[in-house]
């Protein structure tokens, strides 16, 4: 193949990979497809068979090499999402509640698993306040 297929095919590739979230996969074939291009440009390709071999040794190699690196770089540059949460809200008890207990109690209109994480007991219809959860457990206290 002639050296500006090769390098076509990179550029190609690499625009693949800029309109795409893809996840980072195109790239490193853009990238393989370029280094080709560039060696068979400077006269070292060798005939069409060895440039594939040429092509799938560094795509495939840059991928496992670089690609965890560069996936990390750009998770770590994402500010993390707030999640919403429940603690500081006001959950009222459907039931008494004795230090420790467990029971269940309205909160945004839902009734949720909880568990009075106070000293005190809780007294039904009680406003109370989320300080923790724990899976689908609110712990709440007066």
């Known amino acids: 193949m002639a050296g500006w297929l090769w390098l076509m095919a990179g550029l190609a590739l690499l625009a693949v990979e800029v309109v795409t979230p893809g ?4 790239l490193f074939f853009g990238v393989g497809a370029l280094v080709v ?18 092509f799938s040794g560094v795509s495939i190699a840059s991928l496992l090499l670089f690609r965890g ?3 990390a770089r750009f998770d770590k540059e994402q500010p993390a999402t707030p999640m919403d949460t429940f603690e500081g809200e006001l959950a009222i008890p459907m039931d008494d509640l004795a230090p420790g207990a467990v029971g269940r109690a ?27 959860v724990e899976g689908l457990t609110l712990f709440i206290r007066a």
């Open 37 to 54: 291009g560039l060696l068979v440009a400077l006269g070292v390709g060798g005939p069409p068979w060895v440039q594939w071999l040429i």
């Open 69 to 71: 690196r560069i996936l």
């Open 106 to 132: 309205e909160l945004r209109g839902t009734s949720w698993t909880v568990q009075n994480a106070d000293d005190r007991p809780l007294a039904k219809g009680q406003r109370c306040r989320v300080v923790r």
């Open 23 to 26: 996840g980072f996969y195109v």
